[in-house]
């Protein structure tokens, strides 16, 4: 006999069983690692799109940033990343080997999630939450009157998905050399991380392009190199030996090395032991993550190109020395310092892999160093990460590193290794 009541309290058991399903396939995936990218055009992506760009990777998705017909792509949603990441028209830039190369430093149960939003020639007025500047004439979904409102939805829309584990960041061009820069990127840092309740997950700052390429705003690496000092976290990324296509922008192959360098200090600062998975990660890492062995003390990227008044003292040569190591004080004030190390190689063939060490005789200690591995603790032994391993006859390499002293004069150490003379 037909039963009304049973057939009814099967339908909503139905219903009961459906809406649970949709609750447990909506929670956020702690192996989808979101990563936030913001900036001018630089990050926004400058460059031509070359062939080998276009190769994908199913395990690195792009949110769009915007309604993009010509990409096949609707706000707010994921596709499988490929150039352009940022808005409909743009190029290459960091973030695309960003995404890359984390996905190949991961295990293979995490996906990347990229979620842009640059924009060409803006000053960081348009990123402040306050909004100071609106939309600036920008061409951001309508709905937002400025561009921080715009990340947060789309980084909102993201952990709907999965996990935010870092930030990387690329602007300065329209704000060069203003000293209330770093201040207003230290607000818009910290107003993230607190409306999406993230923590202190690594911020990485780039480096403009180079006075050695013609830059026009090489100044300001001087803003960027400081923002360790004021943001929690926050780490510099090195754009030395970047060459640009013009005054403002780096070309493919630099942007291709930028992002690349990016990931290889994020890989080194996020928690992975927050990743889902039975897999290893000493078995699945791969060789741009290699260089992950670490002390305490952590990396970031700045370089001593605009050094103006230093000290050097080179090493006493081991028995198999091929270069020359110099080392410099590139800024010195009250109880800290900074200093680089530069490693020319002065032999005939190339050197394929470097180390040196150096100890300090009083309490000097580093802190922070970049453009290298570091290990120990007085003393200290700096080593290649993938992309300075070789140095070709004639070329040198250089590293560099923060510091605290006692006060007075900083001293210089003796440099010691098989590549110095």
């Known amino acids: 006999m037909f039963n009304k009541n049973n057939m009814l309290g099967k339908l909503l058991f139905s219903i009961l069983l459906t809406s649970a399903a949709n609750q447990v396939s909506a929670a956020p995936d702690p192996n989808f690692h979101i990563y936030l990218m913001f900036g001018q055009s630089n990050m926004e992506g400058a460059a031509p799109i070359e062939n080998q760009d276009r190769v994908t990777n199913p395990r690195v998705k792009v949110m769009a940033d915007l309604n993009c017909g010509n990409l096949g792509r609707t706000y707010g949603n994921w596709y499988v990343a490929s150039p352009p990441l940022n808005r409909c028209y743009s190029g290459l830039g960091p973030g695309d080997y960003f995404g890359k190369t984390m996905a190949d430093g991961m295990p293979s149960s995490v996906t990347i999630g990229l979620v842009p939003a640059a924009v060409s020639g803006t000053p960081i007025e348009l990123y402040q939450k306050s909004a100071p500047i609106g939309r600036n004439n920008q061409n951001i979904p309508t709905q937002f009157n400025g561009g921080y409102a715009w990340l947060l939805d789309m980084a909102k829309k993201a952990q709907q998905a999965g996990v935010i584990k870092g930030i990387i960041f690329h602007q300065g061009e329209s704000d060069t050399s203003d000293p209330n820069w770093k201040n207003q990127v230290k607000e818009i840092v910290t107003d993230l991380r607190r409306d999406l309740g993230i923590g202190?997950?690594?911020?990485?700052?780039?480096?403009?392009?180079?006075?050695?390429?013609?830059?026009?705003?090489?100044?300001?690496?001087?803003?960027?190199?400081?923002?360790?000092?004021?943001?929690?976290?926050?780490?510099?990324?090195?754009?030395?030996?970047?060459?640009?296509?013009?005054?403002?922008?780096?070309?493919?192959?630099?942007?291709?090395?930028?992002?690349?360098?990016?990931?290889?200090?994020?890989?080194?600062?996020?928690?992975?032991?927050?990743?889902?998975?039975?897999?290893?990660?000493?078995?699945?890492?791969?060789?741009?993550?290699?260089?992950?062995?670490?002390?305490?003390?952590?990396?970031?990227?700045?370089?001593?190109?605009?050094?103006?008044?230093?000290?050097?003292?080179?090493?006493?040569?081991?028995?198999?020395?091929?270069?020359?190591?110099?080392?410099?004080?590139?800024?010195?004030?009250?109880?800290?310092?900074?200093?680089?190390?530069?490693?020319?190689?002065?032999?005939?063939?190339?050197?394929?892999?470097?180390?040196?060490?150096?100890?300090?005789?009083?309490?000097?200690?580093?802190?922070?160093?970049?453009?290298?591995?570091?290990?120990?603790?007085?003393?200290?032994?700096?080593?290649?990460?993938?992309?300075?391993?070789?140095?070709?006859?004639?070329?040198?390499?250089?590293?560099?590193?923060?510091?605290?002293?006692?006060?007075?004069?900083?001293?210089?150490?003796?440099?010691?290794?098989?590549?110095?003379?």
Not at 216 to 234: D, F, Y
Not at 295 to 303: F, G, K, N, P
């Open 200 to 421: 202190d997950v690594p911020f990485l700052a780039g480096e403009l392009l180079y006075a050695d390429y013609g830059s026009c705003c090489h100044w300001h690496n001087t803003e960027v190199r400081k923002l360790p000092g004021l943001i929690s976290n926050a780490h510099v990324v090195s754009a030395m030996g970047l060459p640009g296509m013009d005054v403002y922008h780096f070309t493919t192959a630099s942007y291709r090395e930028l992002g690349r360098r990016y990931a290889q200090i994020m890989l080194d600062k996020i928690d992975r032991n927050s990743v889902v998975s039975s897999i290893s990660s000493s078995s699945a890492r791969s060789s741009s993550s290699s260089s992950s062995i670490r002390s305490s003390i952590s990396v970031s990227s700045r370089t001593s190109s605009s050094v103006t008044t230093s000290r050097s003292a080179s090493s006493s040569s081991r028995a198999t020395s091929t270069g020359k190591c110099v080392y410099t004080i590139t800024n010195d004030w009250g109880n800290g310092f900074t200093a680089s190390i530069k490693i020319t190689n002065s032999s005939a063939t190339a050197i394929n892999g470097w180390s040196v060490s150096w100890n300090y005789t009083n309490a000097t200690r580093v802190t922070n160093l970049w453009n290298g591995v570091v290990v120990g603790s007085n003393p200290y032994t700096a080593t290649h990460m993938d992309w300075n391993k070789t140095i070709q006859p004639g070329q040198s390499v250089e590293f560099g590193f923060q510091g605290t002293k006692p006060n007075g004069t900083a001293v210089i150490p003796a440099v010691s290794g098989t590549v110095c003379n």
